[in-house]
């Protein structure tokens, strides 16, 4: 009897802690570039935000289908007969990992401080004009007008412990001309799944499960997000297993990888699209041999432009497949879609070169198209190939491919002719691709429109889709908004991007249409 | 003596100041480090206002003073990426690529000598003929192919070494060392061979030409009349008179192997100074670009400053000739 009792004991023990050894899952995640910094309102980029969520939390999320869920708020509605004041029920018994009580103070200082003059989420949040916390989980934000779509924008903005960022004096988001550091760039205190154990900036970041979380226990306990900039060595890391999981997976090793054995690769369309624009305006192109009159202006040639453009070869033969053609400048995600604009011609040289003669360019012209090469999927292979498309039309298209970094100064000053650019919609909602791309060109709005479109009649609806009160008519205006950039082909859309994630046989992680993978979503076989 | 050192060193800060300069100027081209720190929805107006904050907005000679003055402070700004000193930055770094440069030396320089020494001594067997050939075509690969090589065979075929990063390590004091942990070591090994290999060659062909030079001196010949072994006349006689030469090769050498080991600290992700500007380059990250180059100059100045007071002790005919210009 004694000998047996031991005997179970020991059984017993080995087994828990065999359990527990099973159950602690790392996991070993790599992707190019790391995340900018941890103060989380510093920077508005992806790769920041990725790693923020982790630790910090917002009030709303973003489900994998680019639909809102409820995060640190549980509910939010427009205050009963104001349509300028949005309210927030805050969740409650919710804690930081240092133990504070998260309340509606917290979001009143993280809201502040991220509409603060250093922060770059402060566009995000210009039609908040104040917020007050109304009790411990209410939150009221005042908007400037009726703000319909508000909630969207809170899906990257993270909450911080007033306590905490107090005793920091973290009040002012880091500022580069102060030459001062400040503590939350390598420290944090979120509420979030996970806690920030190590972090070596460009190397290696370890968080471990924050076990006071109050959402459901996720299977990874441990996750590992290593930087590795070469994609070579990226893939080989996988393929020698040395991590599990890899982000930013070149197009021409996806078919390689999904056909070795123990690995796979999850593919999904990302809430990004890659479009050509050309300047219009009657002022001669600086590029071109052209020199009375701007033959983009006119829509004859905008129209024979788009039926030499062969989406579905760019597809194949570019993309190797990994990608979404597209006729309209809005990925489907984004409210505002639809199939009908989403259709393209098919593409018709002759009839584009009837339309090149109508037109009065028989002979075609010159012009220079500018390019980056290092920002989007085979960015610069993309404009290679329109070039040759053009060139069946008599349009000669001189190349200029430089880096993202000389790219955008050049596209930012208007010194483009005829370019290429990427562009995410983090609302999921058109107003900001109208915001950014199609509104006249002011010191407020219109910062991407490169090629100068000016419609007054759009800026008016553009801005009139800011402070309306009924979703019906405002969707309807954004339909009419379409309709007319589509018609006047403003830009250019070629295709979405497609997302692919290559991980070992064993772990499965969906794709998220902003490229903000959560490991909270990770299963394991 | 002291007047020498002195006329070397005022030459060193102009060099600096040259340096200085000119990575100020390239740099001031190669983009705008704006595109990288705004959001895709800044508006114009917020590219103004950061422009006048960094300091952007004011004329090159302006900017230049700025940053030499804080410079002589070792002051070299917040990296406009991290958001962290410069300076503190790239000493985090500097452990890293000082351990890989120092260990591919070392296998640069064991390696070099013993192949030097066995190709010459063996001259017209068929083992010196594959070594010389592998020699060969190990210059004219270019080393990221070479790392990447390496990569494949070693860690995705094999799975004996890892394919990336620096393995474990362990904190002494500011020196960050993955050379007291197992897996510090074998992270070492494949980028640590793919950047000796051009120093290697290097090294094994300064030997080999040095050693069959001496071996048809008068002093060997009399040595192999006096029947000494060949053991004694080799290592002893020999290989002793060698070394002169490429001691001096090595130690210069050094100096690029710190600077210039970007593409092998890219290939194999390690954590280094040079993939410390890799990055920053790709984001437009001017502050650390050029602390870099000047950084970077620095190491060259030092070590050619060195060299030269060395040569001055050693050589007495230099110092004769200080005098004589007196």
Excluded: C
């Excluded at chain 1, 009040?171 to 979030?192: C, E, I, K, P, R």
């Excluded at chain 2, 995705?156 to 510090?184: A, C, D, H, N």
């Amino acid at each position: 009897m004694q000998k047996s009792l031991a005997r179970i004991t020991a059984v017993l023990i080995t087994s828990t802690v065999l359990v527990g050894v099973a159950n602690a899952e790392t996991i070993r995640w790599a992707r190019s570039s790391d995340a900018l910094t941890l103060d989380p309102h510093s920077q508005n980029q992806g790769n920041t935000h990725t790693l923020a969520h982790h630790i910090y939390e917002t009030l709303l999320g973003r489900d994998n289908d680019g639909s809102l869920t409820p995060r640190l708020a549980t509910e939010y509605a427009l205050k009963e007969g104001d349509p300028t004041v949005w309210v927030f029920k805050l969740r409650e018994g919710v804690k930081f990992h240092n133990g504070n009580d998260f309340t509606a103070e917290d979001v009143v200082y993280s809201i502040e401080r991220a509409k603060s003059e250093f922060s770059n989420m402060k566009q995000l949040h210009a039609e908040v004009e104040s917020v007050t916390a109304v009790d411990d989980y209410t939150v009221e934000f005042q908007m400037t007008g009726p703000a319909l779509i508000y909630p969207n924008n809170l899906t990257n903005t993270f909450i911080m412990d007033k306590t905490w960022s107090d005793e920091n004096d973290l009040a002012v988001v880091q500022d580069f001309a102060s030459g001062a550091s400040n503590y939350s760039v390598l420290n944090t205190n979120g509420t979030g799944p996970y806690t920030l154990t190590s972090r070596e900036v460009d190397v290696k970041t370890v968080l471990d499960y924050n076990e006071g979380w109050w959402g459901d226990k996720p299977a990874v306990d441990k996750i590992e997000y290593l930087t590795i900039a070469d994609a070579q060595t990226r893939i080989s890391a996988l393929l020698s297993g040395e991590i599990d999981i890899v982000q930013d997976v070149p197009p021409q090793d996806i078919e390689r990888l999904s056909n070795t054995d123990g690995f796979k690769v999850e593919i999904g369309p990302e809430n990004r699209f890659i479009y050509f624009g050309y300047r219009f305006g009657d002022e001669p192109l600086k590029s071109s041999n052209i020199t009375d009159s701007n033959p983009f202006n006119n829509p004859l040639v905008r129209e024979a432009m788009e039926l030499v453009l062969d989406r579905d070869a760019i597809k194949q033969v570019v993309m190797r497949g990994q990608s979404i053609p597209t006729g309209i400048p809005n990925p489907p995600f984004v409210n505002g879609w639809t199939p009908e604009l989403d259709a393209y011609p098919k593409p018709d040289v002759e009839k584009a070169k009837a339309l090149m003669v109508e037109a009065g360019y028989p002979d075609g012209f010159t012009v220079t198209l500018d390019t980056p090469n290092n920002r989007y999927v085979n960015d610069e292979a993309i404009s290679t190939a329109y070039v040759g498309m053009l060139g069946q039309i008599g349009i000669q298209v001189t190349l200029a491919s430089r880096p993202v970094a000389e790219h955008s100064p050049i596209i930012l000053a208007n010194n483009s002719d005829f370019y290429l650019l990427g562009w995410g919609v983090p609302t999921f909602d058109s107003a900001y691709v109208f915001n950014d791309l199609i509104h006249s060109k002011t010191d407020l709005h219109g910062t991407y429109n490169v090629g100068l479109y000016t419609n007054p009649e759009l800026d008016e609806k553009i801005i009139a889709l800011g402070t309306m009160d009924d979703i019906a008519a405002r969707d309807a205006t954004i339909a009419e908004i379409w309709e007319v950039v589509k018609a006047d082909r403003v830009l250019m859309p070629v295709h979405n991007q497609v997302l692919a994630y290559a991980m070992r046989d064993g772990v499965t992680l969906a794709v998220q249409p902003e490229n903000q993978p959560n490991m909270t979503t990770v299963t394991f076989d | 003596m002291l007047a020498f050192i002195a006329r070397r060193l005022v030459q060193s800060v102009i060099v600096m100041l040259v340096v200085a300069f000119i990575a100020f100027l390239v740099f001031r081209y190669v983009g705008d480090p704006l595109a990288a720190l705004l959001s895709q929805d800044a508006k114009q107006a917020d590219y103004d206002a950061a422009r006048e904050r960094l300091g952007l907005d004011q004329p090159f000679y302006m900017q230049f003073f700025a940053f030499v003055s804080n410079a002589l402070q070792g002051q070299f700004g917040i990296s406009y990426r991290l958001q962290q000193p410069v300076s503190q930055l790239i000493l985090e770094r500097l452990p890293a690529t000082i351990e890989l440069a120092f260990a591919s030396s070392i296998i640069a320089l064991v390696g070099g000598v013993f192949l030097g020494i066995y190709t010459a001594l063996r001259q017209r067997t068929f083992s010196t003929g594959v070594i010389m050939t592998l020699s060969l075509i190990g210059v004219s690969l270019p080393t990221f192919l070479i790392g990447i090589g390496l990569i494949y065979v070693f860690a995705v075929e094999l799975k004996w070494l890892p394919s990336f990063g620096r393995g474990e390590v362990i904190q002494l004091g500011w020196w960050r060392t993955g050379l007291l942990t197992q897996s510090g070591l074998r992270s070492l090994i494949l980028p640590a061979i793919t950047l000796s290999l051009f120093q290697l060659t290097l090294i094994m062909r300064l030997v080999r030409a040095e050693m069959l030079e001496v071996m048809r001196t008068d002093y060997i010949r009399f040595a192999k009349a006096r029947g000494l072994s060949n053991r004694a006349i080799n290592f002893g006689h020999a290989l002793k008179n060698t070394m002169v030469p490429v001691i001096t090769i090595t130690g210069l050498q050094l100096g690029s192997v710190i600077a210039f080991a970007i593409i092998t600290e890219t290939v194999f992700q390690w954590p280094g100074v040079g993939s410390l500007f890799v990055n920053s380059v790709a984001a437009v990250d001017v502050p650390v670009m050029a602390a870099y180059l000047v950084f970077v100059a620095l190491i060259f100045v030092v070590i050619n400053l060195i060299v030269d007071i060395l040569y001055f002790i050693v050589d007495p005919r230099l110092r004769d000739g200080v005098r004589a210009g007196k």
